[in-house]
């Protein structure tokens, strides 16, 4: 089990995660939760809305007039009373508190203003009393009613969290209407406050017995249907008419007492307390498990979405990289097949084959310079500027190191050693010359000729070969650009690395949270199994009672006579033994039933009102409604496509037939409506799916208007869509096709979910009337929804709300 400090690190650094806005009242109730969690006061909240009689209550359990009630409009910060020896009200203002004796300052500080505005500069009212319960380390709280003003509804939002047992007043004569419903699950339900008990006030004012038994009766299956965590043998339902109450309080009429319906309350009060007093800790612990799942789901979206963006850029990235990589190949290969070509024609081989003759004739008929600067040159300039274009374009490309040019030189002229002309012939051999008819002569002429164009030849080698040294020249700038030919892989963008932080820091914090929440949820079953056995609870009541008596018996500390005091005494006797002997039968017939299920909604005893067979009856019902809807869902998840699937989150979604937004033209995709998930894609920094519809209509639709859908848990994706579309000021259309979808959403899923649907689905069509609702609209479900006479706005049927 995690320690309370553990608890509350955990919760606060994710929560600070948790940076959105829209997020507020999650962050604020996080924050409460902390707080709460290492509080050691025990507190007991009274919420209603105003004018249920939360102050007259008070007064009456207090025994005294003790806040202002009636005329005095409301309370307008929340009225905390704790332990004091003498009555005093203690208000603390910014900078300065105010002490004083009774409550009439009350008036004064904790009251609405003309405005209706709480006084600004209140930070805390507390009243000290001296009252036994609050002496046991109790806390009562009377806070503001919930249907005035935004600012008090933020108050009594943040302090039921703070609650360890909520009171929700019902007025009979308007039992649960909706504002109270939504509050009910919004503020109470999922924020896993559910130590809760009802208490029906005002029954006195209804006109007959009938009316009466059909109120409580009503009450009694909304209790029945809010499963509250409260001991077993405490009901979570009471009748109490606030007004005679306190007067019977006051005036010390027992048996008024009695009838009001305070007695039964106090004393289950008292009991609650006394038996979760010491399980404070783990009983808070439910709501710490229901925060942290809200706050788990919104860093998982966070973490899902960068996640998603990380991925999107990494695509990208990998794609550039692939395309820098081939540029790469691509140019080195050109560099290389260049540079061969190259190397290829200044072997000397290879010049000497194109280029020796050539050369010599040029030097010999004095024409070299042009040979050199003309067709020499042009050869050479072309092979240097290919290799050049190559290492222009990487560098122009990668943006590496700096372009330099190829240069081969050409050598120094050549030196021609031109051989001695033949010398004249002697006479001996002119002689012979002209006998062979100048043979001679022509023979030595022919082999100058032969040397002579042996040394141009020579020389034209050796220029060559001066030339062909340049093939270190040509090494040495090979090795030097070489390296400008390579793709330099980008480095990640900064706000890519700033995700993978935070999905890091993200992930770790879900970890936590998630050992966390199955840490607590070991901890909440705990609460509900409490392992008190009969006998000590048995002892624990008795105990109570025999404290109770007491505080009856001596209510002003003042002994009265006995004969006064026995009476009374065994008023409160018989009403011990009647309650006990009906709280130990009612023991055992839990002990031989083992329902867990009824162990919540225990009824009061009330003996005009006999429920248990109709409550049988209701169970059957139940289990029927249960076993058909499963059939129903397992039957309509078996029909779905196979492969992945989403769901369509928008109105109204175009199914395009490309993945872009100015793509205007295509089917229209209802809410609700499940498609197959063919592929994916970005375009422009959208995410995009090709879907196909069920009627085998394939297209793309903007991954901001759908949601995977998972096959197991088709009932959770319809409630989660559902209630972020209300949270989101849908407009008249989207609350109409919310209405339509949830039609046919309850026939898919399993009964509890396929309750929930439908009170969302009450709810969605409430909302669609309250904008302007078009007379279409109105037709298609006048089945649904009424008129008021007064107001002439139309209403969702009080009755649907209580199938
Ligand atoms: N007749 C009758 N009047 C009641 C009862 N409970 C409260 N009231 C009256 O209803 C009015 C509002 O009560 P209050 O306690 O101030 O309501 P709060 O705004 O919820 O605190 C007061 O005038 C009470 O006297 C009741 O059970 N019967
Ligand atoms: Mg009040």
Redesign the pocket.
Known sequence: MKTAEEIVACLKTASELSELDSQQHLKVDAVTICEQLIDSSFRIAVF?P????????LNALLGQQTLP???VP??GAGIRIKYGKELTTVIRLKGRTIEEAGTKILEDFAVLDENRKMHRDVVSVEVLCPHPLLQKGIELL?LP?TNDMPEQDALVRDQLLKADLVIQ?LDARELFTLHERENLQQWLVERGINSVVFLV??S??LPSNHDRMAVYHRANTIATNFRSNIPSGISNLYRV????ALRAKINENRIGLYRSGLLTLEVALYTFVSLRQQQVYSSRLPRVHAIATQITNILQVKADTYKKEIQVAEIRRNEEIQRGLERERILRQGFENSIRDLKDWLYLSSLRDRYQSDAASALRYGNFRNWETGAFQQARDQRVQAVERWIRQACQEFGGGYFSSLSLSFPADPTVYTPSKPDSLGFLKSIKNWLNSGQLEKERWNAYERKLDEAYRDAAYNYLNRFSENSSVLSNYESQVVPVIKFRIPPESSEIGYKRERVKVLDQNLKNLNTLSSNLTVESEDVNNEDIDFYGRLKKQVTVYLHFINLLIYPQKVRKPLKERIIKGGVVLILFVVTIGGWMYHQKSLETQKKPEQQHAILEKQPEVKLEPQRQVELERQNRLRKEAKTRATAFVKQLPSGPLRIITGAGVILRQEPRKEVRKGKRLQIGTIVSQLGETTKMGEYWYQVRDTTGKEGWVPGKFTKQLDRNGVGKTYIQLVQEKLNSHPNFGSLVGLCHFLSHAKNEVELENAVVLDRLRLTALQKSLEGSPSLEWINEQRANIRQDDSTGEWRVKEELFQK
């Open positions: 209603a105003f004018k249920y009689g939360k102050s007259t209550l009630i009636g005329i409301t309370t009377d009613g007043i006030n005002y006195n004012l008419d606030a007004l005679p």
